[in-house]
């Protein structure tokens, strides 16, 4: 047995051997690299050396600080380029850089914006002049506001800063707890919302959002909406059907204009503040789309900060009514994206799997359920991790310390993703694989490392056996020519 | 079998199932408690309710701004009057209390300081004045200096503080990086030097280690120890040999003082920065004291930053010395004290392992090392977990992300320890208990948890079978007067 000590002078032999063990049980260990393959490793192997000699070692800043040193590192550069595969964990309103949503969207006619009574702003598409929401000032036109103004820049920025947790001055200082940073992040969607629901701004959006995924070389995405209701300049609303509809309709397009990008599927997604029996009706919602939208509905999900949010569990009934009819809505839940260990929420994980969640998200308490965490593994069932989400809503400070570097060096089944890139200034997946491949094992990744990274987010996808075949030939072709094209 | 899914309707009672079975897997989650143990847990579980809904979460904090809550907490109360057991991985000139080495130790006759150029201090007794350090001011006696002063508080104060990473400002300001807390942590040990190893300080030194340590309800202390040279007023020196004699010697006196203290014994470390031809010297020398003094010499163990000093592979000749004579020198090994994935020192742990130790010292990156992890919990090496310290030399900074928050969930042996307690303003063993219960774990932890902690720091410790069984005896006395007197 390998695993047997009691010799007291080692056998450099089996030391080696030993090392090698534990490298084949890595994300990517055991992956195969072909002669060009092995050059490009090669090259990024020197990269990764570099990399970790710098003084400031990226993953261990905050990303708001590390932003600079990430984007100008060559591993960044190469990532960029490289073929991710999917993005199987974003949220429909937070994909699309907010600069976008400000320069675009709030120069366009009809946009009002009113100031909230604790800092935020509110946004409203409308023909006259809106009705009065309380606790904000009265709405005012952008347009006419703009023309009153010499310099329009620091408004533009502080309506930029509404929408997004980013900012340039010290984030610890800014955000010193969870409960600070979280209730930013409620304010920015809710400035948010008030745009991307005006529906000619939410069909532009999504359009936007596979764009820049798109640019990223992401080629395939998964994104959780919430199909809240959109309305015209009349007043005028629509339903969740149409929301589905028209992503279906933007996603067939989309595929049309570029032909080497695989598609999307939509997670329908509601908020883990509801009643128990609100729930019941929301599945019941979910199971008639899952019936109208095959093609586009992938399932559902349970959305919102986990802390003061309701437990899976309490949801026990609603969650329970599809399997009880002998209805399949595939599940995606997040869960333990918490660090309260022993509290009615930390079993949400195990819950999930329990539900029989096609895959996890976050999963950021993974490592303190060794229960939940086998039956992860050997069901197969993987966490969708997105690093630089729990670092800005403060899971972890530096991220070597992320759950997913053991994770990583034990081959969990896991794949990466950005959550809400929009609102941590983050980008497509690249700035979340540089924390992954750097932070997550550094020079113990390799190019193998990657490739698996890519392969996991088609394998764990939720397209059906086919498709997935289909894809992971596309992304082949695409890997193929990002080796040979940076030898 | 348990950990099968499928089914998408949860059965409750598997469920419950589950989650018995992930609490049995916890370190003391198969400890049975009397029913008066179970009256105290009741008290124990009602306290740490309170403690999490607390606003500020003290392990979530650095321990420099947490020490105040930990302290006024009703559970570190209970944590200080628990028998502990035996505080296995401590270092001789960091255990006592910085203020009574300034109140007691700078206070007697004879006593010379100088300035360093970079702001440190130095000490040294002598009859007459010392020869002149290069790179430090002239040597002032310090009653002289005091003698001077309208007001001594604020030398002392400023005394108290070169010998301390302790501090009352911000912790995140003053030690940005690991290299400004080390390279603080080696000055202040170079300013405590002077004093301890002036030979009748020495001694006293050892016996208030004993003293405060024994006050916090430890019975029994391995210590790391460097035996460096020791002097007399005069000038003249004594050897390793008369440091071991001496701890033998002021072991026993205190044990005699102390019938309910069980011992100390000695762990002989050197600097990981020596040459490996030196290391060959010391080595043998260890297996010299370690026949001289069979009854206080534990063994030997490497010391120093682990980053900044040579792998254990580098010493491998040294190390294999003893083996290779048939002769047994039990080791201690600091390992995996480093967040640098795949560098040459991350293969200490593997090594420590391979070179037979006793017990791993720290093994903080042994999540990330599959295979040296598996091969600590089969062959039952323990790792000495000392929360405070990894977290005050910046390795984590939010304690429930210490990777023995997951070893404690997994049941991997582990001790409690608390490494160099008067340079992190910690006192004893409680500090470091605290963190590791309520941030290791919190609600999942309960008296079984600090039961079987206790009986591991005696398991695991180097006594012999017959002395353990002894102290297993002794410390089941004391923890059954404890839990009596705190229903
Ligand atoms: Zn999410
Ligand atoms: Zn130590």
Redesign the interface.
């Known amino acids: 047995c390998l ?8 056998d450099p032999g ?2 080696e051997e ?2 090698k ?2 490298a084949s ?1 890595r994300v990517g260990g055991n992956v195969r690299l072909s002669p060009e393959e092995k050059l490009l490793d090669a090259r990024l192997s020197k990269l990764m050396q570099e990399e ?1 000699a710098k003084e400031d070692f990226p993953p ?1 800043l905050h990303f708001f600080k590390a932003r600079p040193l990430i984007r100008s590192s060559p591993i960044y550069s190469l990532l960029q380029k490289m073929p991710k595969g999917a993005a199987l964990h974003v949220h429909d309103f937070a994909m699309v850089d907010v600069e976008w949503l400000v320069r675009n969207v709030t120069y366009r006619p009809h946009c009002y914006m009113c100031y909230t009574d604790d800092g935020s702003l509110r946004f409203f598409f409308s023909s006259g002049p809106p009705k009065p929401l309380t606790q904000c000032s009265p709405w005012t036109l952008l347009e006419k506001l703009r023309a009153k103004m010499v310099n329009v820049t620091d408004l533009d920025n502080s309506l930029i800063s509404s929408m997004t947790l980013w900012t340039q001055e010290d984030p ?1 200082v800014v955000y010193p707890s969870q409960d600070v940073v979280w209730k930013k992040f409620e304010q920015a969607f809710l400035a948010t919302l008030g745009l991307v629901s005006y529906a000619p701004v939410f069909k532009d959006y999504y359009h936007e959002s596979l764009s820049q995924f798109y640019r990223d070389n992401v080629m395939y995405v998964e994104v959780r909406a919430l199909l809240t209701q959109t309305y015209e300049l009349d007043g005028s609303t629509h339903d969740r059907a149409w929301s589905m509809k028209t992503y279906q309709e933007t996603t067939r397009q989309f595929v049309e204009e570029h032909p080497d990008f695989f598609g999307a599927r939509i997670i329908y997604t509601v908020h883990r503040g509801i009643n128990a029996s609100v729930l019941i009706l929301v599945v019941k919602e979910a199971m008639k789309l899952q019936v109208d939208f095959p093609e586009t509905m992938a399932g559902f999900d349970l959305v919102g900060r986990e802390d003061t949010g309701w437990p899976l ?1 309490y949801f ?1 009934e609603a969650l ?1 009514l ?3 009819q002998g209805f399949k809505l595939p599940y995606f839940f997040h869960a333990g994206e918490t ?5 009615q929420v930390d ?1 949400n994980m ?2 999930a ?4 969640t096609s895959r996890i998200g976050h999963g950021f308490s993974v ?6 965490k ?2 992860s593994r ?2 197969g ?1 993987p966490l969708e991790v997105c690093p630089i989400s729990n670092q800005v809503l403060k ?4 991220l ?2 992320h759950p997913a ?2 994770l990583m ?2 081959g969990h089944p896991l794949v990466i993703s950005s959550d809400d890139p929009s609102m941590f200034g983050a980008s497509g997946l690249s700035d979340d694989f540089y924390e992954a491949f750097v932070g997550f ?5 390799n190019l193998g490392s990657l490739k698996e990274l890519a392969m996991n987010s088609i394998r764990y996808s939720s397209l059906p056996p086919n498709l997935q075949e289909k894809a992971m030939a596309l992304w082949q072709t695409k890997w193929n020519t990002f080796v040979t094209e940076n030898l």
Chains 1, 2 share one sequence.
Do not use: K
Not at 3 to 10: E, Q, T
């Open positions: 695993l047997a000590l009691g010799m007291s002078i080692p089996r030391r030993l090392i063990l534990e049980m970790v261990a610890e569990w026990r329970s599809p399997a009880s660090d309260q260990e022993g509290a079993q195990l819950d799997l329990l539900f029989n490592l303190r359920h060794p229960v939940a086998n039956l050997l069901n069932v899971l972890v400070t530096d070597r310390n570097a053991v060096s034990e094992g550094g020079p113990s990744n």
